[in-house]
């Protein structure tokens, strides 16, 4: 750390929170979040505006997807994450960049946890490494279990490099409180189910979800040993497939009941054809974990406006990865597993 003085400086204790030394790390990131709408005029007007955005519901026979029409997305979903625009910008995610306004809360000693400023959830945080380093989720993975098991109010979520993150280049998670995205109660009637059990004991379940829209595969375990190991064996096959920087996913955690659910969606495509489309076909929806999570942003009023069920579906069958690989993966995992 080159800036351990600035890093002082936004580090926010539980006293400048209002809160006794013995408050849980949920506790202290509510109490930043309602710190920061006091002192920070940007994210007080778009945490604001979250209260009255406009929001649409699609059924399907297997879960229902949202829509949400977020204006203070638009930075977000057009970002462009390409490594010349990526290393013409100034990084936002380094401490050194934060707005004099930000504060935080440090986690393990190597992250920094933020509201971030452009939620889409009623509580919604950005959790960066303090260091600027890419973003990959292999030598993380076990940070986002131990987040997702301090964190229990909310479900911790990482969006790959190619698949949302809008800082590829610094590694963070994001967070959003529990109870918003219908995956996750969707989850429990999906594991009942599916004929997709691809390994199963007393310590640890995995189990395959393909009739969708998208496609997932689940890990429970109440053992974060064991959890870390059977994600590092996916990890591995999905990277037969693609390297480069790392296969293309999103993974939501959560960790309740003394228990992690990690739903990873592996991906063949960052952006659907309807993000390039001119005119009438363009709608400007960017897939990341919120949206596979059920909740799909649409940064313009045009697009939440026509978005037909017909075109969530289409979409999320272009960024999913396909049919016979999925079969595939879920073949090979269960061999793994077995073995
Ligand atoms: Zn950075």
Excluded at 93 to 122: M, R, S
Excluded at 165 to 181: E, I, R, T, V, Y
Excluded at 304 to 311: C, G, R, V
């Amino acid at each position: 750390m080159s800036n351990s003085v600035h890093l002082d400086d936004i580090i926010i204790s539980k006293r400048a929170l209002n809160l006794s030394e013995d408050s849980s790390l949920d506790q202290m990131a509510d109490a930043l979040q309602k710190q920061q709408q006091g002192v920070w005029p940007l994210y007080a007007d778009n945490a604001k505006g979250l209260e009255q955005v406009q929001v649409k519901t699609f059924h399907y026979a297997q879960c229902d997807v949202k829509v949400q029409f977020n204006p203070a997305r638009i930075k977000s979903s057009a970002a462009k994450v390409d490594s010349k625009s990526i290393s013409e910008r100034k990084c936002f995610l380094c401490t050194d960049a934060l707005p004099p306004q930000q504060k935080g809360i440090p986690f393990n000693d190597e992250y920094l946890i933020l509201v971030n400023p452009y939620p889409i959830f009623p509580r919604h945080l950005t959790i960066p490494r303090l260091e600027h380093v890419p973003q990959l989720i292999e030598p993380y993975f076990r940070d986002m279990l131990e987040l997702s098991r301090a964190l229990e109010t909310y479900t911790v979520f990482y969006n790959g490099p190619k698949c949302g993150a809008s800082a590829p280049d610094h590694m963070h998670f994001q967070a959003g409180n529990k109870g918003f995205l219908p995956v996750e109660t969707e989850c429990s009637k999906l594991k009942a189910t599916t004929n997709r059990k691809l390994f199963s004991n007393d310590h640890l379940e995995i189990f395959a979800v393909s009739d969708y829209l998208r496609k997932f595969i689940a890990i429970e375990s109440g053992d974060i040993t064991l959890l870390h190991t059977a994600f590092g064996w996916l990890h591995e096959l999905l990277e037969q497939r693609q390297q480069e920087p790392e296969p293309m996913l999103n993974i939501l955690s959560g960790y309740e009941n003394g228990k992690w659910r990690v739903l990873v969606f592996p991906r063949d495509r960052h952006r659907p054809d309807q993000y390039f489309a001119e005119g009438d076909e363009n709608i400007l929806l960017s897939p990341a974990s919120v949206d596979f999570g059920g909740v799909c942003i649409t940064p313009q009023e045009k697009d939440f406006n026509k978005i037909k069920a017909a075109d969530l579906a289409d979409i999320f069958a272009q960024v999913s990865v396909n049919d016979s690989y999925f079969d595939e993966l879920c073949a090979a995992y269960a061999k793994r597993m077995a073995e």
